[in-house]
T-cell receptor, first 113, second 114 residues
Framework: DAGITQSPRHKVTETGTPVTLRCHQT?????MYWYRQDPGHGLRLIHY???????DKGEVSDGYSVSRSKTEDFLLTLESATSSQTSVYFC????????????FGPGTRLLVL | QKEVEQNSGPLSVPEGAIASLNCTYS??????FFWYRQYSGKSPELIMS????GDKEDGRFTAQLNKASQYVSLLIRDSQPSDSATYLC??????????????FGKGTHLIIQP
């Protein structure tokens, strides 16, 4: 987890409320990713970023938006949380993207009631 | 649809023995292959990466890749109780766009019996 922090680490919220999760890195890596992990599904890519203000969708992007205004921060927003978004969210970083290794942050456990 | 398949286990191995974890992938264009270890309640931690056919060794760990058979495996020699975890196989299909995400298998739960 060195060089990657996520906040909050745990959050409980109610259906319909907006939620923002933050990923912060100190490695100055260009590429950042958001994944969610659910029992029976494994880890799935939500969104990724290949530079400041450059983002794109992953496999399960519906209901999520992202922003990256600084190299070190990548925000994931649930505009109106639903119970199906209850999950563990992991941020990952990669220095050069492509085929390179991705390193994961400690995760955020989100419960939507 | 890219798919990565792993036996969910649990795989139970005696301490000191060799643990063998297997993974198959569906997309023949996959170019990068990774094994992550995940302890309960923790984040995935990189164990090995492999890009070319053959074996790659790092300490007690050996990754094996066979692109013709679309198969990647991880061997853990002299298994220790601390190796008990879920092992995630992941692949990247490099599209040239520069930011391809990992496609993960659902993981194999490994238990090392003292």
């Amino acid at each position: 987890d060195a060089g990657i922090t996520q906040s909050p680490r745990h959050k409980v919220t109610e259906t319909g409320t907006p939620v923002t999760l933050r990923c912060h890195q100190t490695e100055n890596h260009r590429y950042m990713y958001w994944y969610r992990q659910d029992p029976g599904h494994g880890l799935r890519l939500i969104h990724y970023s290949y530079g400041v203000k450059d983002t794109d969708k992953g496999e399960v992007s519906d209901g999520y938006s992202v922003s990256r205004s600084k190299t070190e921060d990548f925000l994931l927003t649930l505009e109106s949380a639903t119970s199906s978004q209850t999950s563990v969210y992991f941020c990952a970083i990669s220095e050069r993207g492509g085929m390179e290794t991705q390193y994961f942050g400690p995760g955020t456990r989100l419960l939507v009631l | 649809q890219k798919e990565v398949e792993q036996n969910s286990g649990p795989l139970s191995v005696p301490e000191g023995a060799i643990a063998s974890l297997n993974c198959t992938y569906s997309d023949r264009g996959s170019q990068s292959f990774f094994w992550y270890r995940q302890y309960s309640g923790k984040s995935p931690e990189l164990i090995m990466s492999i890009y070319s056919n053959g074996d790659k060794e790092d300490g007690r760990f050996t990754a094996q890749l066979n692109k013709a058979s679309q198969y990647v495996s991880l061997l853990i020699r002299d298994s220790q109780p601390s190796d008990s975890a879920t092992y995630l196989c992941a692949v990247i299909l490099y599209s040239g766009g520069g930011a391809d995400g990992l496609t993960f298998g659902k993981g194999t739960h490994l238990i090392i019996q003292p």
